[in-house]
């Protein structure tokens, strides 16, 4: 089946630690997206790449990195620059081109991170 | 983007419909309505989308008003398992080249069903 593979999904980590978050797609998806929810929050967009090797900055991408080396993966770095790294972290992916199906985004599960 | 105003929350009997509003006041001519939901602690999933007609799938029904300023999510027969946090989003599917996909989750309405 299609879809998107999120790991792992449950990360601790200490201060001051780096983490990766992994992100697998298998949907042939150019687009992919890494948002962050804060417990009752709506989702906020941190990075977004719609092409192999080229990504960009979201809403909050301070303390974060990604890359995109390979179409089917968009890995999402948390630095120790990242202030308040506890939350929920969620990968999508699209195709990307100008039609209205290019916003239907189909999720992963997400990543549950807490710093302790 | 047009933004989107939906209730916090609502509730519904197991077996009745739900119907979910949105207003989407500033709405322009090119952008369509999404709906997604979000069962607690997974992924957003997506439900349906509409430029002006009323769209029909096997999830759900979307009714936009033919102003366009608002819309109703219904869910014909609401189960158990349709509780989740329902968000509405407007956006166009023309973003001139710079980016499609980004979408503005905001807090959504969180729906109730029970028994």
């Known amino acids: 089946d299609g879809g998107i593979t999120q790991s792992p999904k449950y990360l601790f980590r200490k201060e001051g630690q780096n983490v990766t978050l992994s992100c697998e797609q298998n949907l042939n998806h150019d687009a992919m997206y890494w948002y962050r929810q804060d417990p009752g929050q709506g989702l906020r967009l941190i990075y977004y790449s719609q092409i192999v090797n080229d990504f960009q900055k979201g809403d909050i991408a301070e303390g974060y990195s990604v890359s995109r080396e390979k179409k089917e993966s968009f890995p999402l770095t948390v630095t120790s620059a990242q202030k308040n790294p506890t939350a929920f972290y969620l990968c999508?992916?699209?195709?990307?081109?100008?039609?209205?199906?290019?916003?239907?985004?189909?999720f992963g599960a997400g990543s549950r991170l807490t710093v302790l | 983007d047009a933004k989107t105003t939906q209730p916090p929350s609502m509730d519904c009997a197991e077996g009745r419909a739900a119907n979910l509003p949105c207003n989407h006041s500033t709405i322009s001519g090119n952008e369509y309505v999404y709906w997604y939901r979000q069962i607690h602690s997974q992924g957003p999933q997506y439900i349906i989308h509409?430029?002006?007609n009323n769209e029909t799938n096997e999830m759900a029904s979307l009714i936009i008003t033919e102003d366009r300023k608002s819309s109703t999510l219904i869910l014909p027969h609401a189960t158990l398992r349709d509780t989740a946090v329902y968000y509405c989003?407007?956006?166009?599917?023309?973003?001139?080249?710079?980016?499609?996909?980004?979408?503005?989750f905001g807090q959504g309405t969180i729906l109730t069903v029970h028994p």
């Open positions: 989003i407007v956006r166009s599917a023309n973003a001139g080249g710079t980016s499609y996909g980004k979408l503005t």
């Open positions: 999508a992916s699209s195709i990307n081109r100008e039609y209205s199906g290019a916003n239907v985004l189909t």
């Open positions: 509409g430029l002006k």
